[in-house]
């Protein structure tokens, strides 16, 4: 059954968010020959992009995160994919129609694809806003080149967080891993290298408390779970890697969503909305890696085909 191709500003399929999980489910609706748009306010890629090696995606035995979703997003297009890069602002349901409203254009389609992903978790300590930018950071890849040669800390147990200090590890004089257990979450390929670099000291049982410095960042406060006891280490900077709050806040009164705010979505990525789908980190699922959300998109479009097809 040939779907009809939209015309103007309605689409067959609207894709919210341009990560690997959105630029997959575009490449598959254009081998369907369904006519897809991505809207993404940044940049394609989504946090791949600040992933400096990606050494478990089936086919590159060691690819930057920035190359592979360059890669992605450039196969998707051979396929007639679009993206705008407009912020979506409001989505409204009449019926089988979706509006997709953005600051500057309103789309229709039949369809809609969340997947916005998820952002970095925060401290949630005094002058972590302030000292943004000024030694506290969330992306080792994007800023870790302001500390070579310095002292740093990373904040974090799990994949990205030994991904972060092994990176910094080449770059900075030396590495604290500040970890609030007594081991690690972490693959144990990645464990494995992280215990056998010598610029690397792990601080277990333990959390920052506090941030030092007037105008920069020069030191953090730590206390260890077990006893109290309080330590100040003298760093240039600190990357925080505790995980991510998923980016559903357009959503909250549209899909259903989970305690902690993913959106819930059976295994066809199918919502609770007829015609509306999550994918991706935003997808309430246990594991969320690019394959995974790569996984999501291919999936989707299935759904999203067979909707379209009956409506």
Known sequence: MIIRRGVGNM???????????????ALYAGRAGLDALMLEKQYEGGQIVTTNEVENYPGFRSITGSELANTMYEHAKDFGSIMKYEEVIDIKVDGDIKKVITGVNTYESKVIILSMGAKPKKLGIDR????????VSYCATCDGGFFRKKVVAVVGGGDTAVEDALHLSRIAEKVYVIVRRDSLRANKSAQKKLFET????????????????????????????????IDNLEVNGVFVAIGSDPSSELVKDLV????????????????????????????????????????????????????????
């Open 256 to 311: 259903d969503l989970d305690k902690n705010d993913y959106i819930i979505a059976d295994e066809s990525c199918k919502t609770n909305v007829d015609g509306i789908f999550a994918i991706g980190d935003i997808r309430a699922k246990e594991v969320r890696q690019v394959l995974t959300a790569a996984a999501d998109g291919a999936v989707s479009i299935y759904g999203a085909e067979k909707y379209l097809i009956n409506h």
């Open 198 to 229: 010598n610029n690397v000291e792990i601080i277990w049982n333990s959390g920052v408390t506090k941030l030092n410095g007037e105008e920069k960042l020069s030191g953090i406060e730590i206390k260890n779970n077990k006893d109290g006891k």
């Open 128 to 135: 972590e806003e302030e000292l943004t930018g000024k030694g």
């Open 11 to 25: 689409k067959d399929i609207i894709i919210i968010g341009g990560g690997p999980a959105a630029i997959t489910a």
